[in-house]
């Protein structure tokens, strides 16, 4: 069965691959983008999002543009992490495709309306979007049918502060605005959290780049490495491993440089097959709050296990899972339809390194 998916992202590396993953993905189909202020400025996640719609010669898609800065303090953006545009090394190719002319909030609210029950909602980056859309229509819980966030870090450090992630340190209030929400919410409508605690386990190296390209079909099937000089690019014959290869080498750049190896962490996509498929996460309930106080501590999640504030669970948060199935489960599907979209590319070399 297709599920209807609102994917609310701040395009990104791993974002994009989790758009690439359900633009693959038989059983999904988009009904709308809300690009959010994040890794990049609100407008250019739009940009990025077009330009990837286009390159996967998708469907016409609803994206529309998210508010410009976080509910109350001023916007925080992470190109360090994500590359000058938030794709990484990749240079994509400007869109012709038109952002919409309602707002983010607006199409969370108005989608969810005509769709009662139906549609499954995807955040990706911070909880801005999703708080306003709650402000106009505070029964979005209930008409969802089901919400994924990745964001949070519980029993693990954070990824931003010592005890934050990202998306929550972007718009503390946000978040605390959409877990608050949850309180209300029937427990088969929680929210399915994947927190660094289990994303920071989902870890793309570049024996999975080598293998998403032979799925493809893409030649030559290029090898990268800490020695690629930034300036190196892709030259694979599939346009969507070609972006792909030079967006996530950025990221393995920016996960070496802090330690973590060359390796990069698939929050994103990861959350975007937990939405499709649930029973690919071990989930726990707990009841989850913002931390908006503290000196070291704000944008804090701090979740409660035990039922010690006597407050009903707001959340599933992710506690287990199979990388190794859901790896196979994104190359087989990115893959596959990178090679559908772009059949018959021309056999050069059989493994190259950039060049
Ligand atoms: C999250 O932060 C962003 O930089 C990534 O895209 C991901 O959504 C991980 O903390
Ligand atoms: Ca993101």
Avoid at 80 to 109: C, F, K, N
Wanted: glycine share 6%.
């Amino acid at each position: 069965m297709r599920q209807r998916i609102i994917l609310d992202v701040d395009t990104g590396v791993d974002d994009s691959l989790a758009l690439l993953y359900l633009l693959a993905s038989p059983d999904a189909e988009i009904a709308g983008i809300a690009s959010t202020a994040g890794n990049v400025p609100a407008a250019q996640v739009a940009i990025n999002n077009l330009a990837w719609l286009e390159l996967a010669r998708a469907p016409e898609i609803e994206v529309a543009l998210g508010a410009a800065d976080p509910l109350e303090i001023p916007l925080r953006t992470t190109e360090d992490t994500h590359g000058p545009h938030g794709v990484g090394y990749a240079e994509l190719p400007t869109p012709i495709r038109r952002i919409s002319t309602r707002s983010a909030a607006q199409m969370w609210v108005d989608l969810v309306r005509r769709h009662p029950g139906e549609l499954v909602g995807l955040c990706t980056g911070p909880l801005t979007n999703l708080a306003l859309a709650l402000r106009e229509e505070p029964d979005l819980p209930r008409l969802l049918r089901r919400l994924v966030i990745m964001g949070g870090a519980f029993n693990h450090p954070g990824n931003t502060t010592p005890t934050t992630e990202w998306n929550i340190h972007v718009d503390p209030e946000a978040a605390k605005v959409v877990f608050d929400a949850f309180s209300f919410a029937p427990p088969d409508r929680r929210p399915i959290v994947c927190a660094l605690d289990i994303t920071e386990s989902i870890e793309m190296r570049p024996t999975h780049l080598i293998r998403l390209a032979e799925r493809a079909g893409s030649h030559p099937i290029e090898t990268v490495s800490p020695a690629d000089p930034p300036e190196a690019r892709s030259v694979a014959s599939n346009p969507i491993i070609r972006h792909l290869t030079d967006a996530v080498r950025f990221y393995f750049d920016f996960h070496d440089g802090y330690d973590l190896g060359y390796l990069a962490h698939m929050h994103d996509p990861f959350a975007a097959a937990v939405a499709l498929d649930p029973a690919l996460a071990r989930t726990r309930p707990a009841t989850v709050d913002i931390e908006l106080e503290g000196a070291l501590t704000r944008a804090t999640t701090v979740a409660d296990w035990a039922g010690i504030w006597g407050r009903p669970p707001n959340a599933d948060i992710v506690v287990g899972t199979d990388p190794v199935r859901f790896f196979d489960r994104m190359i087989a599907r990115i893959g596959d339809h990178a090679r559908a979209l772009y059949p018959g590319q021309p056999v050069g070399d059989p493994v190259t390194r950039l060049r």
